[in-house]
């Protein structure tokens, strides 16, 4: 049996210690980024870029990017809205690109990927209201509002989801699979 997907870690630039070449999603964007972009946004400080790892090896499961986002507060619903205090723009974080491995699809990863990076988030010492997400396509926005995850009225692959409410979600535990 191989073993599972278990540690949660920043991306190495290393070849031995993470395979960025060899991590195929099928969303042939998405692994073009990890081979050609990540570890560059890393250095230059522009997303956060986590893997899912397997012990002993250098094989990656799956990855996700945070960024520093902002959202404009008349693009979030009223019942959010009104509990904000009225500063126009309103402290995001930007969950940029979610991926799992082909071969680990259809296992749970993708939901504990989702919940790594929500508690990354909630323990990074930054305020920030609502996690917001760009899906590539309805598809993956589906599994997004899976989780509880809204689309923006005007920008229906743009999501969002609260702190308060992520935090809540029972489907965002770390220990769900
Ligand atoms: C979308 C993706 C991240 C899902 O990851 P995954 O590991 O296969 O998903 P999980 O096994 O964690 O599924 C968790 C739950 O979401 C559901 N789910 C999975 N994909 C879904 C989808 N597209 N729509 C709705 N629900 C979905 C699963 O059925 C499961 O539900 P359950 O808890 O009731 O069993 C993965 O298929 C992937 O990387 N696809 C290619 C890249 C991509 O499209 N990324 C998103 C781009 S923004």
Same mark, same amino acid.
């Given at each position: 049996?191989?073993?599972?997907?278990?540690?949660f870690?920043?991306?190495?630039?290393?070849?031995?210690?993470h395979?960025?070449?060899?991590?195929?999603?099928?969303e042939?964007?998405?692994?073009q980024?990890?081979?050609?972009?990540?570890?560059?946004?890393?250095?230059?400080?522009?997303?956060?870029?986590?893997?899912?790892?397997?012990?002993?090896?250098?094989?990656?499961?799956?990855?996700y990017?945070?960024?520093?986002?902002?959202?404009?507060?008349?693009?979030?619903?009223e019942?959010?809205?009104?509990?904000?205090?009225r500063? &126009? =723009?309103?402290?995001?974080? @930007? *969950?940029?690109?979610? !991926? %799992?491995?082909?071969?680990a699809? &259809? =296992?749970g990863?993708?939901? @504990? *990927?989702?919940?790594? !990076? %929500?508690?990354?988030?909630?323990?990074?010492?930054?305020?920030?209201?609502? *996690?917001?997400?760009? !899906?590539?396509?309805?598809?993956?926005?589906?599994?997004y509002?899976?989780?509880?995850?809204?689309?923006?009225?005007?920008?229906?692959?743009?999501?969002?989801?609260?702190?308060r409410?992520?935090?809540?979600?029972?489907?965002?535990?770390?220990?769900?699979?």
């Amino acid at each position: 049996m191989t073993a599972p997907c278990l540690i949660f870690e920043q991306l190495s630039s290393e070849a031995a210690t993470h395979d960025r070449a060899g991590f195929i999603s099928g969303e042939a964007a998405l692994d073009q980024y990890l081979k050609t972009q990540a570890s560059q946004d890393m250095r230059r400080g522009l997303a956060n870029v986590v893997v899912a790892a397997k012990p002993g090896s250098n094989e990656i499961c799956g990855y996700y990017t945070l960024s520093a986002a902002s959202v404009d507060l008349t693009d979030l619903p009223e019942s959010l809205r009104g509990k904000l205090p009225r500063y &126009g =723009q309103v402290p995001a974080v @930007l *969950l940029g690109r979610l !991926a %799992v491995a082909q071969k680990a699809q &259809g =296992q749970g990863l993708g939901a @504990l *990927l989702l919940a790594d !990076a %929500v508690k990354r988030a909630d323990r990074s010492e930054l305020g920030w209201a609502a *996690l917001t997400i760009k !899906a590539k396509h309805d598809k993956a926005a589906s599994f997004y509002r899976r989780f509880g995850f809204h689309s923006f009225p005007h920008e229906p692959l743009l999501l969002w989801g609260s702190r308060r409410e992520l935090k809540a979600l029972p489907g965002l535990r770390r220990d769900r699979a």
